[in-house]
C-alpha cells in the first residue's frame, strides 16, 4: 500500500519450493505501468541456495518478450544500475533497518 492507500499489483506468486524458489509473474509493462493479464508478463525467479553458512539469493528475470513492445529496451533498463540493481539495494537497505 503505498501513499494515499494507494496500491500497485506489481505481480504475484505462480510457485513457492519451501526455502529454495519463489516465482512471481512481473506485471509491470516497459511504460511502467500495471498489467493485468500475466500472459503479457515477464518472470521472476528467486533462488535460496545455501552456501557454507549463508544463504545466497540467486535472481533472474526472463522473458522480457512477454511484454510485446519495448521489451527489449525494458530488459536493458532492468539490467542496468537502474534496474534492479537499485531496486535490490534500497530493498536491502529498508531489510537492515526494519
Known sequence: MGPFG??????????????????LKWQISPDREPVPDPENAS???VNFVQEENVTVLKFEHLNFENHGEGS?????????KYGWDLILENF???????
Do not use: P, Q
Not at 527489449?72 to 542496468?80: G, L, P
Open 6 to 23: 494507494f496500491r500497485c499489483d506489481w505481480g504475484r506468486v505462480t510457485e513457492i519450493t519451501e526455502n529454495k524458489l519463489i516465482k
Open 43 to 45: 518472470d521472476l525467479y
Open 72 to 80: 527489449a529496451d525494458y530488459k536493458k533498463i532492468m539490467d542496468s
Open 92 to 98: 536491502k537497505k529498508y531489510c537492515e533497518n526494519a
